[in-house]
């Protein structure tokens, strides 16, 4: 799916995906410490065992930014939940309705219950919890 034939709610959560969010943030902070280490004075440096702490630090955090944005533009989250669907059967109008282990697993996560609520009801006869 190019970026053209993306849907309006397909931008919307390619705009707010975490990835562009944190690799955004680590560009903006590794811009600024990599500025601050090109012009630490050797006072600073000697502070921190002779190492221009600020600089590789700014430059480590460009990287990881780097590769955040990378990811995200490259698989963005509207195709990636695409797929996941996909695979699931959601996405397919008039697909079968599971059934079996299937049927029980989408049934137990829909009941919307907390865990630990079977807990709060009477046992009975044949229960084999403790009384």
Known sequence: MSSSETTPPAK?????????IIGGLFIVYGLLLTILGLFDSQKE????AGVNINLWAGLGMLVVG??????AFTRPLAEELGHEHED????RPGAPAPR?????????????????VDDERPAGPDDPRPQ
């Open 45 to 48: 440096i000697d502070k921190a």
């Open 66 to 71: 780097g590769l955040f944005m990378l990811w």
């Open 88 to 91: 699931e059967g959601f996405s």
């Open 12 to 20: 919307k959560a390619n705009l707010f995906d975490l990835r562009r």
């Open 100 to 116: 079996g282990a299937d049927a029980a697993v989408l049934g137990s996560h829909q009941r919307g219950g907390r865990p630990g």
